[in-house]
């Protein structure tokens, strides 16, 4: 029996989504309090104050999480996945109820807004467990023990057929992919948008609220579309027998550019996505393939028999003639 390491590398590995889900959600209530009360903006101190009270109580719960499953001695990746969702709206029921934050939801947008943060978790809490490995369970030693009972057990190996396995939170963080790299361009804008405005602190806020548009926006329409994308990615290269993540890779890149030549056929203009589009597929294929891991190729299927006459081969002459009953 194993157990998941108390690891702060992990810890601040698993805040990364979470950390982009609040400066997203921060930005976006800037920027509309700059519409309805731009005179009440708050000062950048304040929102830096909020921003770590609000990571600070994050990463909190989501250690506090991982020492609940170590009492329970649970170490799987789906269950730290769950804890990590279940950690992060719990986090953001705090901070709704403590106003710890910019700017209170709407009305009626309270749980959708929290949907963010929870799967944000979800995500956080499956990179905890990814990176922060497994150590055996300590047993404990008492006097009962036999005297010739080895000190530690020997590890168990394998050295049978092994496969990639079908990972739902290595297909969401890689198709999360395309999103984040979209939302790199905007950056590119910045300057120009800088000088573009007489006015500086508008600047600053829109500066701010275009990447975080294109976030939003890209995860919307491009989530499904990259998890299916990458769902079929990984079947191809299971059909292949392909493991590693250079062949995950490469089978990505191809994909997508095949995708996007089947675009071009219709739009031209997408021509200009063929090589980010190979690009932002072999980073999905990568990713995959380093968060999914492996898995035994499972035994065939037992065979329910009725008749004990039928088990025979299938080269067997049984099966190339037919018996004959002579009837009276």
């Known amino acids: ?35 309805t009360d731009p005179a009440g903006t708050p000062a950048p101190d ?22 609940v499953l170590r009492q329970w001695t649970i170490s799987s990746r789906l269950a730290y996945g769950l804890m990590g969702g279940v950690m992060a709206a719990a ?3 705090i901070a709704i109820r403590n106003h710890i934050q910019l700017a209170a939801p709407g009305d009626g947008t309270v749980v959708t807004i929290g949907l963010l943060p929870t799967i944000a978790g979800m995500i956080g809490g499956f990179l905890y ?7 055996p369970v300590a047993r404990a030693t008492g006097v009962a023990a036999a005297a010739d009972a080895p000190a530690v057990s020997p590890p168990i190996v394998f050295d ?7 990972s739902i939170a290595g297909i969401a963080i890689a198709a999360l992919m395309p999103t984040v790299l979209a939302t790199l361009l905007p950056y590119t804008l910045v300057p120009l948008l800088m000088n573009g405005f007489a006015d500086k602190s508008t600047a600053h806020i829109f500066a701010a609220v275009i990447p975080a548009q294109t976030f939003m ?27 590693s993540a250079w062949e995950y890779a490469a089978i990505g890149g191809v994909a997508a550019l095949a995708c996007v030549l089947l675009l071009v056929l219709v739009l031209p203009i997408l021509a200009a996505l063929l090589v980010p589009a190979a690009f932002c597929g072999a980073v999905m294929g990568a990713l995959y393939r380093r968060f999914a891991g492996l898995e035994p ?23 190339r003639q037919h018996g004959v009953i002579l009837s009276n």
């Open 217 to 243: 926006v890209m995860m919307v329409i491009s989530v499904i579309p990259s998890s299916i994308f990458m769902l079929c990615v990984h079947h191809v290269a299971r059909a292949m027998s392909r493991r």
């Open 160 to 166: 049978g057929p092994v496969r990639v396995r079908t």
């Open 91 to 93: 986090s953001y029921a």
């Open 46 to 67: 304040k929102i830096l104050v909020l921003f770590a009270g609000r990571m600070a109580i994050n990463a909190a719960f989501l250690f506090a999480g991982h020492v």
């Open 297 to 319: 190729v499972p035994l065939p299927e037992a065979v329910i028999a009725t008749d004990p006459n039928a088990l025979v081969g299938a080269d067997h002459p049984s099966r």
């Open 129 to 135: 467990g990814q990176f922060a490995g497994l150590s």
């Open 1 to 35: 029996m194993y157990l998941v390491k108390n690891s702060p590398r992990a810890l601040l590995a698993a805040l990364i989504p979470l950390a982009i889900v609040e400066a997203v959600l921060m930005v976006f209530a800037i920027a509309g309090g700059q519409v």
